[in-house]
């Protein structure tokens, strides 16, 4: 999965200054469950009410269905939206954002 390329290359990333954080309108319960099957040392967040996903553009609402969007966004340490990453190749992604947080330093 992808979570589990972002906990295989956790070190680097977290060397290069970033801080990973997953997020998703699943309950708490399903990311604790997640988390503890891939064994991710990053904390995922819920957002069942679509609040944090609708915010930045990632929310659609089909009737009275929710689906996330699986987006990135790379926020820089004053805080502004340095990269968003719209289509990713799950298998490649934590290594494009290793490369793109070189860049940022």
Known sequence: TEACHFRDDFKVLTS???KVIGVSI???FSHK????KYNLPFPL???????VASRYGALNN???IKLAKRYTFLISPQGKI????????????????IEDLKLLK
């Not at 967040?45 to 609040?51: M, N, R, V």
């Open 16 to 18: 290069l200054g970033a």
């Open 26 to 28: 699943d309950d708490s």
């Open 33 to 36: 469950k997640f988390a503890e």
């Open 45 to 51: 967040l819920s957002d069942t009410s679509g609040e």
């Open 62 to 64: 089909f009737l009275f």
């Open 82 to 97: 340095a990269k968003i990453y719209l289509n990713v190749d799950t298998s490649k992604h934590s290594q494009e954002i």
